[in-house]
């Protein structure tokens, strides 16, 4: 379970998914579900939707986070398609997802590439979200851990400073879309793995560090994850796109 200092964030990541009449009604929904909450919530729509979702959830009154799916490695340049850390900021992001799966599997981002866009994040002021996850090959060699540790190692080299934000999201490739989640018991592992990671450089960083759980989470199987040791939020694909789904989600409390 979260302790107190770590409230729970509750992320949706839309993808490439959905008009911008879709983006509107799920940014809407999400924010009236945010304020009756006692989650942080935050979203993360296609980039063209960037500017228009955050004013609907500005209209909405505020409450939800505007993050950005992915950001370059480089600050500005010849990078057809590309899209920067600063112009996520100046759309009104305060968050980025870094080495989502599909950015390193579909994408070929290499650890380099997110420690670079992450870097590049920090630098515009934005909080990364380190997503890191092992794929099922990987897992079934035993090399979950090392793999995990491995892209956690170069994500952390990049913070400049105690004060620099992060969020580290433990998605196994394998449990991304494809509603085979892992067990509570298989994240609160890989979740205990990450966090020491932090403390053996920032002890304190370690204790405030919010660990999100991603792969196949639904409302049905979130309080499993929400209720072990250092499981602190999701991050959700399909169930967001949904807006009765990501509402009851953004509205989890635990038991007792
Ligand atoms: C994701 O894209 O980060 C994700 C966890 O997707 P899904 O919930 O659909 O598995």
């Known amino acids: 379970m979260s ?16 008009s911008l009449g879709d983006a509107r009604t799920w940014a809407e929904a999400a924010a009236a579900a945010a ?8 979203v993360f729509p296609p980039a063209p939707w960037l500017m228009a979702v955050g004013g609907s959830l500005a209209d909405a009154g505020g409450g939800v986070t505007l993050g950005g799916q992915a950001c370059a490695w480089e600050a500005a340049g010849a990078f057809t398609g590309a899209v920067a850390a600063s112009m996520l900021a100046e759309a009104g992001c305060r968050m980025v997802l870094c080495g989502h799966s599909e950015r390193r599997h579909v ?11 992450l870097a590049r994040a920090l630098e515009a002021g934005l ?34 400073s105690a004060e620099d934000p992060l969020t580290i ?32 450089t920032d002890a304190e960083r370690a204790a405030r560090v919010r660990i999100l759980y991603g792969g196949s989470a639904n409302p049905d199987n979130m309080g499993g994850f929400l209720e072990v040791s250092d499981v602190d939020g999701l991050l959700i694909g399909g169930a967001s796109l949904d807006p009765a789904k990501f509402a009851a ?8």
């Open 169 to 200: 999201a433990y998605e196994p490739v394998w449990a991304i879309g494809t509603g085979k989640a892992a067990t509570p018991v298989e994240a609160a592992a890989a979740h205990a793995s990450l966090r020491a990671r932090v403390a053996e």
């Open 107 to 117: 994408f070929g981002e290499r650890d380099a590439d997110v420690a670079g866009g």
């Open 3 to 18: 302790t107190p200092t770590r409230t729970p964030l509750i992320a949706g990541n839309w993808k490439m998914n959905g």
């Open 127 to 160: 909080e990364p979200i380190l997503c890191v996850g092992e794929t099922l090959e990987e897992r079934e060699a035993g090399q979950t851990e090392a793999v995990i540790l491995r892209q956690l190692d170069a994500g952390l080299a990049c913070l400049r």
């Open 249 to 256: 989600m953004v509205g989890y409390t635990p038991a007792g």
């Open 35 to 42: 304020a009756a909450s006692a989650n942080d919530v935050a």
